[in-house]
């Protein structure tokens, strides 16, 4: 059963910095995006960055500049990095991959992790 295993998460100021992790079971080879969306308490979900098959990326614009997405595609992780963290930032982040192996187009998503920007 594939998994993504989230990390990172909690409580900080606005201004603060936080990072988030997901360590995905699937191959690497197959992925053809991996990142990050999130939830605000009554808003839909929303896509903040994810890493593409090529290299590229995709940012949300309210994040460009602040937030870093990398992956380490050895460990088939994806980091997040949140800078200068703002209340509107505070939601639910979920980790996400799409792809595709031999069972067919794949969607998969994290449990969640709470992220609050509050003083």
């Known amino acids: 059963q594939v998994q993504l295993v989230e990390s990172g998460g909690g409580l900080v100021q606005p201004g603060g910095s936080l990072r988030l992790s997901c360590a995905a079971s699937?191959?690497?080879?197959?992925?053809?995006?991996m990142g990050w969306y999130r939830r605000a308490p009554g808003k839909q979900r929303e896509l903040v960055a994810e890493?593409?098959?090529?290299?590229?990326?995709n940012y949300a614009g309210s994040v460009k500049g602040r937030f870093t997405i990398s992956r380490d595609n050895a460990k088939n992780t994806v980091r997040l990095q949140m800078n200068s963290l703002k209340a509107e930032d505070t939601a639910v982040y979920y980790c996400?991959?799409?792809?595709?192996?031999?069972?067919?187009?794949?969607?998969?998503w994290g449990q969640g992790t709470q992220v609050t920007v509050s003083s």
């Open positions: 996400n991959a799409r792809g595709r192996d031999v069972l067919g187009d794949y969607n998969y």
């Open positions: 890493t593409l098959r090529g290299g590229g990326t």
């Open positions: 699937v191959s690497a080879f197959s992925i053809n995006a």
